[in-house]
C-alpha cells in the first residue's frame, strides 16, 4: 500500500525567506506526482505536476524536484511572502494495474509571517 | 469553462437519511474520483472510475455507492448516512496519459 508522508507538519517563517517541503512516498511505481495548495476551507489548487520520467517543474516561484528511485519530492518556494501561507498537499498517482485516483501526504502547513 | 462542480456546496442530514453529492466535469475527462477530508487524516480515495460505466473501489468505500452513466457525471450516494461521515468531499478528474487532476470546491456535509 502506498504511504506518502511530508513533512515538516507545520512551519512558520518570516517572509522573504527561501523554504523547502519535502514528501517521501514508498512505492516508487508512480505516475506522477503533484503538488497543490489548499486553503482554509477551500478547495484544492494545482501548483505543480511532474511526470515520472521527469527531475523537476518550475512555475514562477516554486520549483518541484522528484527522485523517484529514492522515494521523494521537494518543493521549493523561493522569497516567500505572506500570501504562500496555506498548507500544501503533496499526491502521487499510481502506475499500471487499471486502477485511478491520488494518494495525499497529510499536509504541510504553512505560515509566512509579514 | 466550468472545469468540476459538484454540488450541494453544504448539507446537514439526520443519521439514516440518503443523499447524492452530485459532481459533473465539462473537459470530457475519462478518469473521475472521490475523496472525503478528515482532520488528521488527510484525503483519502472513496471510489474512482477510469471511464462511463466502469467504477472501482478506493481506500474508503464502505458506505457510498458510485455509478458512472455518462462521461460527464460521477454521482456519489450515502445509502443510509452515519455520524462517522461527517466530512468534507471532493470530487476530481483528469485527462487521458498524465494529464493533472482537477478538483471541485467541495461539499460540506454533516450527519447529525
Known amino acids: 500500500k502506498q504511504e506518502v508522508t511530508q513533512i515538516p507538519a507545520a512551519l512558520s517563517v518570516p517572509e522573504g525567506e527561501n523554504l523547502v517541503l519535502n514528501c517521501s512516498f514508498t512505492d516508487s511505481a508512480i505516475y506522477n506526482l503533484q503538488w497543490f495548495r489548499q486553503d482554509p476551507g477551500k478547495g484544492l489548487t494545482s501548483l505543480l505536476l511532474?511526470?515520472?520520467?521527469?527531475r523537476e517543474q518550475t512555475s514562477g516561484r516554486l520549483n518541484a524536484s522528484l527522485d523517484k528511485s529514492s522515494g521523494r519530492s521537494t518543493l521549493y518556494i523561493a522569497a516567500s511572502q505572506p500570501g504562500d501561507s496555506a498548507t500544501y498537499l503533496c499526491?502521487?498517482?499510481?502506475?499500471?494495474?487499471?486502477?485511478?485516483?491520488?494518494?495525499f501526504g497529510k499536509g504541510t502547513h504553512l505560515i509566512i509571517q509579514p | 469553462n466550468a472545469g468540476v462542480t459538484q454540488t450541494p456546496k453544504f448539507q446537514v442530514l439526520k443519521t439514516g437519511q440518503s443523499m447524492t453529492l452530485q459532481c459533473a466535469q465539462d473537459m470530457n475527462h475519462e478518469y473521475m474520483s472521490w475523496y472525503r477530508q478528515d482532520p488528521g487524516m488527510g484525503l483519502r480515495l472513496i471510489h474512482y472510475?477510469?471511464?462511463?460505466?466502469?467504477?472501482d473501489q478506493g481506500e474508503v468505500p464502505n458506505g457510498y455507492n458510485v455509478s458512472r452513466s455518462t462521461t460527464e457525471d460521477f454521482p456519489l450516494r450515502l445509502l443510509s448516512a452515519a455520524p462517522s461521515q461527517t466530512s468534507v468531499y471532493f470530487c476530481?478528474?483528469?485527462?487521458?496519459?498524465?494529464?493533472?487532476?482537477?478538483f471541485g470546491d467541495g461539499t460540506r456535509l454533516s450527519i447529525l
Open positions: 476530481a478528474s483528469r485527462g487521458q496519459g498524465g494529464q493533472p487532476q482537477h
Open positions: 511532474i511526470q515520472s520520467s521527469q
Open positions: 472510475s477510469v471511464g462511463a460505466g466502469i467504477t
Open positions: 499526491a502521487v498517482l499510481r502506475s499500471g494495474g487499471g486502477a485511478d485516483g491520488l494518494t
